[in-house]
């Protein structure tokens, strides 16, 4: 496994917000981790990457405990994490932004350069002298995972990469991560839109109030229609 969750709780405050999340990643799949609004998927992310204070359980990244350390220290052993809210500097060009993001290359995963990840987002390729804060929603979304890949993590955290982005992005999204996923990089995306997480993802985790309800192959949740109508619809 390039990630095991054992027993996950979080707390925000005195609100208990993560009980018992239990999860595992096999190294070079992508898994989706779906819900609706408020579900706990992002506090899932943020506990992970180290950005909830309140944490207990075990996590294990590529074979080492990472529960507890601080948020830098796991992000430089490879764990990268694209923000539902993107996080870009606005003030910075394309090109600087992806710098920011730069670490040395890992032994076994794709060492990424800008010249690469042009190939993998072409609008950015055309927009490397622009700042960020001149650039559509979708442009952001898209520089965003391109930083964080600069980084080359073996393992990528995907926030909501589809919400809010017109249906001709999310295309050129979906065929990204396929192509990350063919690089060799492990993903856990999280989502709401089903029919795009199918296209990407090896398997499905559902989340609801907190609590796993769900996890296994697409397979296993269609011979279950119950528990998507349960779960994930609106």
């Known amino acids: 496994m390039m990630l095991e969750v054992r027993d996950l709780n979080a707390w925000y405050g005195r609100a208990h917000i993560l009980f018992d999340v ?17 579900a706990g998927k992002t506090t899932t992310f943020a506990s992970l990457i180290g950005l909830v204070p309140s944490v207990t359980g075990a996590v294990t990244f590529d074979g080492e405990p990472i529960q507890g350390r601080p948020a830098h220290e796991i992000v430089r052993r490879g764990l990268g994490y694209v923000p539902e809210d993107r996080r870009i500097f606005t003030g910075l060009t394309v090109e600087e932004n992806l710098m920011v993001g730069a670490q040395p290359p890992r032994p076994g995963v794709p060492h990424w350069t800008p010249e690469m990840l042009y190939e993998l987002f072409p609008n950015l390729a055309e927009l490397r002298k622009r700042q960020g804060g001149h650039m559509s929603g979708g442009e952001q979304q898209m520089l965003t995972i391109a930083r964080t890949l600069m980084g080359n993590p073996s393992l990528v955290l995907l926030d909501e990469p589809s919400e809010g982005l017109a249906p001709r992005i999310v295309e050129q999204m979906a065929q990204a991560l396929i192509e990350m996923k063919r690089q060799g990089l492990t993903l856990i995306l999280s989502e709401q839109n089903l029919h795009f997480a199918r296209l ?3 398997r499905a985790t559902i989340i609801e ?8 192959t697409f397979a296993d949740l269609d011979a279950n229609p119950e528990i998507s109508a349960q779960h994930l619809a609106v």
């Open 200 to 202: 990407i993802s090896d």
């Open 22 to 38: 239990t999860l595992g990643v096999e190294r070079g799949t992508v898994v989706a981790l779906l819900g609706r609004n408020g």
């Open 209 to 216: 109030g907190g609590r796993v309800r769900f996890a296994g």
